[in-house]
Each structure stands twice: as structure tokens, then as C-alpha cells.
């Protein structure tokens, strides 16, 4: 009887122990988030320190800030959950700041092209314009495209001719050889024009070859005194004697004949 009034009695002390215990916690936990939420501060940096108060555990610390005790742990070396009041707590590290957007960059409006062309003299053949070769003036150069466009270029001294306002597409150059020249490249050259550009092409010239010397005709014959061509005439005496003699041996032939066939026999 005495061994069971003292099991009932330890019994009901255990049980007073932990509706103590429960109690406690149950008062001290929204305390604890409460105290926190008042105390937290942010950073700019994006960082939260929490200043420990009373009765502040890592437990509700964890639950305010939505993470971990372990996370707390580590932040802040902490080997023990032992809090000191006033003590500051790193609940979440210094964050990154986001990155500035790159401005979008304003449509470029399309505009119209130009092609520009000249002439120089290329005197080492390669058809580049190098420095000491100088622009040849005057050269007539023929722009056109295949939408019926054509404008005739004169080349400048000093810079290129330039055709303006025009509309993207193929385009034709096609130079007009000056007199004492020659193209050393393509006289005709196709080229593609795009919105806002302006597009060069020049044309080197050298100097044409020299047209080798005519050959002298063989001199007429002489002429007599009364305009007659001596040597015609001759040509034209010889013939004719040429065919009296034939008749002469055809006639003489005929009469042999014909006394051989008259004899009586």
C-alpha cells in the first residue's frame, strides 16, 4: 500500500514538472518572435543581423527567419545554443546585388546609301590606290541598276564622286576608258549597297600601249607621159600575139591537111 501511494504521488509531481515545462515554453516562444521581430535589422548590403534579447532561442530565431538552427549555427561559429542577451546574430550573409540591365539600344532608323568611284593612276598594276598614286580628274564612270536608275559619275581630283540617296540594291559601275588610258582591272564592276552605308570603289588606270607604226604600201607603177600603165600595156601586146601566132599554126596546119586530102590517088 505504501509502495503504491508513493508510485501515485512521484507520478503526480512528474506531471505537475511537465505541464510546468510546457507552459513555459508555450509562453516563451511567441515572446521570443515577438522580441525578434522588433529587433531584427536589415542592411544594405542585404544582409540581417539579429540582436539577441531575452529569452530569444535559436529554435524561434529559426522559425522567424525561415531557416535552420544548423544555418545559424554556422553563420555565426556557435558550438552551443547558448544566447547571450545583446549579442548580434548573422541570419543571412551580405547578398549580391543584382546586376543593372543593359539598356536596350534605340532601333537604328534605315537610311538611304551612297556609292562613290574615282579614277587614279595605278603605276605599280595592282588596281589598289596606294599613297603617291594620284587621282586622274575628268573620267567618265556610268552608274546603273537593274530598276531602270542610271546617272553618269565624273571623277574629281583630290576625292572620290559620290551618287547619294539611294535605294538598297546591286549597282553596276561601269568605267569609260579616257583617251592615253587603259583600266588595269575590270572596267565593269558590280557592287551591293545596304541601308546607311556608303560604299567606295575606285578604278586605276595606266597609260595605253603605243599603236605600232602602218605599213607603207608598195608604190604604183610608173605611168607614161599620156597617163597610160606601160606595163598593162605590155601584158596586153604579148597576148595578143599570142593568139595571132595560134591562128597563124592553125591556119597552116588546116592548108596541109587540106592539100594532102586533094591529091588523086
Not at 529569452?55 to 547558448?82: C, H, K, M, P, W
Not at 549597282?171 to 564592276?189: C, E, K, M
Not at 599603236?211 to 605611168?223: W, Y
Amino acid at each position: 500500500m505504501r509502495r503504491t501511494a508513493g508510485w501515485l504521488l512521484a507520478a503526480w509531481i512528474g506531471l505537475a514538472l511537465m505541464g510546468l515545462t510546457v507552459a513555459g515554453l508555450a509562453g516563451s516562444g511567441p515572446r521570443a518572435l515577438a522580441q525578434a521581430a522588433v529587433t531584427a535589422t536589415p542592411r544594405p548590403d542585404g544582409s540581417i543581423v539579429h540582436t539577441v534579447q531575452e529569452g530569444d532561442t535559436l529554435f524561434g530565431l529559426a522559425l522567424l527567419y525561415g531557416t535552420t538552427v544548423d544555418e545559424i549555427r554556422a553563420l555565426n561559429g556557435l558550438d552551443s545554443d547558448l544566447l547571450i542577451v545583446g549579442q548580434e546574430l548573422l541570419i543571412r550573409p551580405p547578398q549580391a546585388a543584382p546586376a543593372a540591365p543593359s539598356p536596350t539600344p534605340a532601333p537604328v532608323a534605315r537610311q538611304p546609301g551612297a556609292l562613290c568611284t574615282g579614277a587614279f593612276e595605278d603605276r605599280n598594276g595592282n588596281d589598289q590606290r596606294e599613297e603617291g598614286e594620284p587621282w586622274i580628274a575628268g573620267v567618265r564612270i556610268a552608274l546603273v541598276n537593274g530598276r531602270g536608275f542610271q546617272q553618269t559619275l565624273i571623277s574629281q581630283a583630290g576625292q572620290p564622286a559620290c551618287a547619294r540617296d539611294l535605294e538598297p540594291g546591286y549597282y553596276l559601275l561601269a568605267l569609260d576608258d579616257p583617251a592615253g588610258y587603259q583600266a588595269s582591272g575590270f572596267p565593269r564592276r558590280e557592287v551591293w549597297l545596304p541601308w546607311n552605308a556608303e560604299v567606295t570603289l575606285l578604278f586605276g588606270l595606266r597609260p595605253a600601249a603605243a599603236s605600232p607604226a602602218p605599213t607603207p604600201l608598195p608604190a604604183p607603177a610608173a605611168a607614161s607621159a599620156s597617163g597610160l600603165d606601160l606595163t598593162r600595156l605590155g601584158e596586153a601586146l604579148l597576148l595578143a600575139a599570142g593568139f595571132l601566132a595560134l591562128l597563124l599554126v592553125g591556119g597552116a596546119v588546116g592548108y596541109w591537111v587540106g592539100q594532102r586530102r586533094a591529091r588523086p590517088r
